[in-house]
């Protein structure tokens, strides 16, 4: 235990020497490292940092920066495109309903109370599914071949309303760039136009158009890269639909075919 003791009050001696030694010369460069150091701290707190700046600031920033008359066009049609977007997003959600249950529904009154029950009851509901069962029994009387016909007419008319603004749609994801891309022509000759009027070829007479140039091109591309995002999903969600009315249409026709047998 002594023994020990001794070994850690020497380390402890030891290490107390080394550090005395080293104390004198930190000492003598601390008074040289505090003026670099202020400096460097005042230009750290001059300096606008992008971190601290919020992330609308620098997006108005870069709108300003590259013509405000140009990134205007592209951002009109990722805006339209949007609003489509969205109202259509909306009408296939409140068209969405739980297609097995109402089938079964139908049938259970169509059964119990006839083809007046079933009528009042689709007519009830929403979306396109309930609209063409309704069309399908309006017509029974005429027969199962009107049925079928009504069934199909109608749901060509079903499938139009949910694909009511895509067109539109479409039309702005191919404008949105094409405009970038004239912004783009017209940041060239800009540059051009500075080279010529300066008689140089300077980085800093280039740099103005082709920065132009340069953002419209980027804001074009990513209003159409959106809007195409929205545009596929709508798609799919239509096509998803379109399946689930002729699945119904289907089931519609034996349900009225096993009924007209009673």
Known sequence: MKKLFLVLAAATLSFGAVYAQDE???????????????????????????????????????FLEGDWMWMLLPLICLILGMAIAVERILYMALSQINTKKFVAKVEEILNAEGVEAAKDYCRKQRGPIASIYY?????????????EKAVVSYGSVQQGHMESGLSWMSLFIALAPSLGFMGTVVGMIQAFDDIQAQATISPTVVAGG?????????????????????????????????VKMEDTSI????????????
Do not use: C, W
């Open 210 to 242: 082709i920065k132009v140039a340069l953002l419209t091109t980027l804001l074009g591309l990513i209003a159409a890269v959106i809007l195409q995002i929205f545009f596929n999903y709508i798609l799919s969600q239509i096509e998803s639909q379109v």
């Open 251 to 262: 089931s519609l026709i034996d349900m009225l075919t096993a009924y007209n047998k009673r």
């Open 135 to 147: 069309q399908g029994l309006m017509r029974y009387d005429q027969g199962i071949e009107a049925v």
């Open 24 to 62: 004198t010369p930190a000492q003598e460069n601390t008074t040289e490292q505090v003026a670099p150091a202020v400096e460097a701290e005042a230009e750290v707190e001059a300096t606008p940092t992008p971190e601290g700046n919020p992330m609308h600031f620098a997006l108005l920033q870069k």
